[in-house]
Structure formats: structure tokens, C-alpha cells
């Protein structure tokens, strides 16, 4: 009998793992490769704030408008205890920037409305009835907010002193830096800074005069308004920002808090803005310690009192950019987003001092998060299989909340992501990732595309990256190399190519090559190059010194140095970095070998750029197709029409990926 019995058991027992195996093999079938249509299934989730009960949060999610081509930014309101989430902005045509008023009854956020083409105003939403109205009507628009903590009142960022309308006089240029991508030509007008009474929706203004103000962040006591400004003789040509204190009062003197020669709090950074202590005594704040490294300075956490005197660095210990502070509830930490190697955690500093406690793990990156007065936690945080979604941190370990973008991934069949590192030419430990198509083959080696991230100080993380699904779902293997002059390793890992452009960083990149090729992964023959920005540099900088690429996309790039001079926004990190052409002939020339020496490329290579970047204007693309164009090297120049650095037009987004795909296509198949 018990033999019997026993036989029994294990025939159905293995009945019902054929059955489960037959499920996941139909499950594993029904998934399908990432297709370009997939693109705008997307939805990207952002920018999230969490009520000061812990009971809601706000997001932004970006989504894509097929009926006019383009990107679209609305406001959802998720509810704790049920999980749901709802769109509170549907009628607007595009909403961001949400804020929770302090009493948890309002919330406010930035759109232009019901009519497309309209500059951005305040908007609030009521939680009680639902109610949505338009509290502020400013010409230029409002670019950014803060509340009163009475919520009486918002400071809001609005730009003065120029005309709203497009220019049709000539243009009079006479600062130092001139123009900025995604604006065009600087002019005379300025950010300032203007108290909104919400009850009489009047607006008055606080700061006035050539500088501008931004990011502000009210005191809890109601006292003072911190801001951000750049001054001196000739702001333009330092980016020494400090803080300053004001009295929310309409002719109040600003005052000075910082006297240091660093950036505080630096908008172009992307540090996060200063944040008071709940006892409104202290700020925090990030910090770019090295003025003359310009933008591979590393940036710490400091803390200044609100009556003035010298700053506490508190990571002065922690090797890694900081991001983000902000407060707990009872004044003993700090919590701030690090910059780690392929990820981003968070972190929590004590505020008098001691080591910080690291929070997320490294198999993720956190883009955003934020604490209630409770002490939940809430973060925006990805891995190379989930794209962004928000997240509960509860002991160590990030439970997922939302859903916006299951509809469309739970159907596909992903590549794999893992981590490699290899040593360079020199000897130096360089590291990055690898995706491998699904369904990958051990024995079969496949074509390659190395791709190159823009920067060049910044990094490769742990995170979705649609680019490369898409590329491994056609069949390649993708390497995402962090070269020397990448984040996430320290300061002196960042500045070893400052003055020194494609030079380590060919090697590094080339060194992934032979790492791929040595594992019997990648096929030699079939190898293809790419990158965008700094990325694209590093593409022609690489082609220039090694034949062995079949296929290269360099977008929005720059081979001619001289060229960029005075043409681009970043004449001042050129001069840091380079010193004045005149000055410093030989260098610029040195780092300008891809053009002047175009006679060594001969790998195809399609160029593409926006028509209005001033960041790096195309010109300097039309220049690389033109020298390939003139020696017969097979190349093709996309321009991207009323496009900046940034390619947002969703029909341009998808046919720049086409062409990728296309042009690696022809050549690596």
C-alpha cells in the first residue's frame, strides 16, 4: 500500500510540473522581441512628491501625443492605502512640477493649460472636491515654485525683462555667454523671484536687478526665502553660485549666506536645490569643491547655519557625487541620492557628523525620491529589466508601487544586462555593462555595437534602456563602456581626460572590444560604434585611431575644436579646461585630430543632429560629413528640423532609432 501511494504521489507530482513547465514554456512564447512601435508605449514616471501624511504622492508621467507628435507631461495623485493611482490634470495639455501645500489640501503644479503653444502658470488641484483652477496668469510664465508653509502664499521663479513674443528686431548681443540650448540667444531678461497671494491672486515682485534667482525654498517658520543666484561684475564667466536669504517681504534686501569661491547648490548641476532644517536653522545643500575643474568637479553634501558663518562638508569622506538633500522630520539626517558605480542609492547623512548609511542596493538606480513627515519613504528607481516606477523603501528593500508601464513590458522578451570589467592599455580597471539578445546562444558569436554615453562625465547605469533592447532584440550584443572621465568612481577618476579628449578614453573603449571578442562572445568583423554628445566625440575620436569599426552613428558631436569656440554654450569650460585657443594653439589642434586628420577614417559612419543645438551645434556634424563626403567614405548627415541637443519630437525620436538600426544593419549583417 505505501509503495502504491508513494508511486501515486510522484505520478502526480510530475503531472503538475509538466503542466507548469508547458505553462511557462506557452508563457515564455506569447512574449515577443522589443519592436520600435514600442517606444511610445513608454511611460516614463518622474518627479515625485509625497504628502506631508504620508497618504498620497505625486507623479509626473511623460507620455507621447500621437494626434500632434508629441511629448506630453500630466500629474497622477496615488493613494496609499488602496494603491490606485489617477490623472489629475485630464483637459490640460500638459502638467509637471507637482507640490504638495503643507496642509496636505492643495495641490500645485506648473502647465500651459488647455490650449497648446501657452507660456506655463500655477495650477491647483483641491483633494476635497476635485477642483482644478489656474491661480496665476504672468506673461513670461512661471518656470518654478514654492509654497508658504501658511500655504497662503507661492515664491515663484518668473523670468523679466524680456519679450515674450519671438523677436523680429535685430538682436543685441553684448554678455559673455550669449546663448543656451533650448532658448537661443540670451538677452537682457532675467529669473526673478515674486510672491503670489493666493486668496487674492495678486503677484508682487521680490528681486529685481541683472542676476538671476532661482530655485527657491521657503523656511518652515515662514521667516525667509533661500535662493540660488550667480553675481559679481560679470556673472557670466564664473559659476561661483552661492546662496542667499531674503524676507518674504516686497522690498526686502537679499542677503548673502555663502562667501565660498564654490558652486552651492549649482542649477546646472542638477544638484537639487538648498533645503531647510525643520527648525529652520540650518541649510543643506551640494557643493562642486574644484571651481577649476568646471564640470568634473565632485559635488559633497554641505550644511551652513541660516544666521551665517562657515559650512560643514559632511561626505568630505564619500568619494561620489551627491544629489538631492533633503530633511527628516526630526532634524537628525540627511538624505541625499549618490552617484555610485553604474547605480544611484540613497543615503542617509548625520546631520551632526558620522558616516552615511547607505539605504537601495546597487542592482538598481534611484532617479528620485522623498520622505514624509512620518518618515515613509518614497523612491523612483529602475533596473535594466523594470523601467522606472515608484517604490516603498521598508527595510532595505524597494517595494514596487505603480504600474505604468507593465501593459507593454510584461509582453516582450528582454535581453540580459550584466556587469564586466577589464583592464585598458595601461592597465587601468575599467568597467561597464553588456546586453545580450534573447535567447542568447553560447556557441554563436554575434555582431556588436559599442555604445558611448555623453558627458563625457557621466555613466552607464543599471536602468531600462529601450535604445538597447530594441538593438538586442535585432540581434546584437550592446557593450555600455564607463571610460576614464566617467562618474560614479571618485573625482580622480573623473578628471583623467580633463585637457585630455580621446586620448585614455580610445583606449578604454577599444579595450571593451577586446574583452567581448576574447570571450568568444562578439564576431570581430561585425563591429559597430555609436554615441550622442560627448558620446559622438568619443565615436570620432575612436574612429580616428582604429579601422576595425564596419559601422559607426555619431549624433550631435564635434571633431574640429576650433570650430566650437564661441559657436557652442560652453566657451567658459573651454577656456578652464583647454585655455584660449590663441593662447593654446597646439591643444586645440591636438584634440582636434578627427577632422584634421579625416583621411585616417574609413568606417561608414552616419552623422545626425538638431537644427538649433547651441550646445553642440550641428554645424560641427556638417563639418565630419562633409570631410567624409569629400574622401568617399560612405556617410549620410540627418538634420532634425526646430530640434536643440535634446531630440523630443516623437516622430523624429523613432526614425533616429530607425536609422541606427538601418545603418548598423547594412554593414554588420
Known sequence: MPPRLHCGMRTVFGFVISVLLASLASADQVRRPVMLADLDAARPVSDLRISSDGNRVAYTVQSVNTTNDSQQWSVWVLDWDSGSSKDISTGLVGAWS??????????????????????????????ASGELQQVSKIDSGVSDFDWSPDARHLVLVVESGGSPEKPTAPIVIDRFRFKRDGVGYLGVARSHLQLLDLAARTVRPLTSGPYDEVLPA????????????????DADRHDNWDIYLIEPVPGAKAERLTHTKYAESNPESWGGRPVWSPDSQRLAYTIDRDPSLSYYAQSQLAMVSSSGGPASILTAKLDRNMLSPQ????????YALVEDEMSVYLTAVPADGGAPTRLTDSNQTVRFFDVSNAGRIVVISGTPEQPYEIGSLDSGQVRRITKQNDAW????????????????????????????PPRYEKDRRYPAILRIHGGPVGQFRKEFNFEWQLMAA?????????????????????RLIFGKLGQGD??????????????????KDRLGIGGWSYGAMLTNYTIASDPRFKAATSGAGVSNMLALYGTDEWVR??????????????????????FLHADRISTPTLFLGGELDVNVPV????????????????????????????????????????????????YLR
Open 218 to 233: 521657503w523656511s518652515p517658520d515662514g521667516s525667509q526665502i533661500a535662493f540660488v543666484s550667480r553675481r559679481g561684475p
Open 619 to 666: 554645424a560641427n556634424s556638417e563639418q565630419m560629413y562633409q570631410a567624409l563626403k569629400s574622401l568617399g567614405v560612405d556617410t549620410r548627415l540627418i538634420i532634425y528640423p526646430g530640434e536643440y541637443h535634446n531630440i523630443n519630437r516623437p516622430s523624429f525620436r523613432r526614425d533616429r532609432l530607425e536609422r541606427y538600426l538601418a545603418w548598423y544593419d547594412k
Open 409 to 436: 513590458i510584461d509582453k516582450l522578451s528582454l535581453g540580459s544586462t550584466e556587469a564586466i570589467e577589464f583592464p585598458s592599455a595601461d592597465g587601468m580597471s575599467i568597467r561597464g555593462l553588456m546586453l545580450k
Open 98 to 127: 507637482a507640490r504638495w501645500s503643507p496642509d496636505g489640501r492643495y495641490l500645485a503644479f506648473l502647465s500651459g493649460g488647455r490650449e497648446r503653444g501657452k507660456a506655463s502658470q500655477v495650477w491647483l488641484y483641491a483633494l
Open 327 to 334: 530633511w527628516s522630520a526630526d532634524g537628525k539626517r540627511i
Open 474 to 494: 535585432n540581434g546584437y550584443v550592446v557593450l555600455g563602456v564607463n571610460p576614464r572621465g566617467s562618474s560614479g568612481r571618485g573625482e580622480d577618476f573623473q
Open 573 to 594: 569650460h573651454w577656456e578652464l579646461e583647454l585655455g584660449r585657443p590663441w593662447e593654446n594653439t597646439q591643444k586645440w589642434l591636438q584634440l582636434s585630430y578627427p
Open 506 to 523: 580610445v583606449s578604454d573603449v577599444l579595450a571593451a572590444i577586446d574583452f567581448a571578442v576574447g570571450k568568444g562572445i562578439i564576431d
